[in-house]
């Protein structure tokens, strides 16, 4: 239940950190297990989250992080860009402009916004709901019920690269 203002950077927390508000250009911070209902502010950067995340809300411009497994129920900003996402994250909301993020395997019931590219989708992934104008995006073996939204003519989805054992919405 604290609050951490501004230029908030390079501190350890242990794990069970929750309730917690953190400021603006919040990076090089390390968060242990069982890290949830935190909120984070616009251009929060290179920290490490570890497994069992949850129920936070990160703002705006979240960049070059590494998350653990069971990250799920979390809210992301827009422009997310260069994280990596452990294995089995769930039902997370990601904004528009999000590029160069790897997910895991047993990605499920996730969303990313509009404009997203270059993302990975790694192994067993599912029920997940791509935005429009999105390009550049690798779904890797079993990945399933995976919804593209399309886009126009002029801003197709794009250089999508579907590999074997991947399914469609039904």
Do not use: E, M
Not at 67 to 83: I, T
Not at 139 to 153: K, P, R
């Amino acid at each position: 239940g604290n609050s951490f203002g501004g230029l908030f950077h390079n501190n350890s927390f242990g794990n069970n950190c929750q309730n917690n508000s953190f400021g603006n250009d919040c990076h090089n911070n390390s968060f242990g297990n069982f890290f949830q209902n935190n909120t984070f502010r616009d251009a929060c950067h290179v920290n490490s989250f570890g497994n069992n995340c949850a129920g936070n809300s990160f703002g705006n411009f979240f960049q070059s992080t590494r998350f653990g497994n069971d990250g799920y129920s979390n809210l992301f900003g827009n422009g997310c860009q260069d994280n990596s996402f452990g294995n089995n994250c769930q039902n997370n909301s990601f904004g528009d402009y999000c590029n160069n993020n790897s997910f895991g395997n047993s990605f499920q019931n996730n969303s990313l916004g509009n404009n997203c590219y270059s993302n990975s989708f790694w192994n067993d992934c599912y029920s997940n709901t791509i935005g429009d104008y999105c390009k550049a995006i690798t779904a890797f073996d079993n990945v399933y019920f995976c919804s593209i939204t399309g886009g126009t003519s002029s801003l197709p989805v794009k250089n999508a690269q579907i590999l074997n054992g991947t399914k469609g919405t039904s």
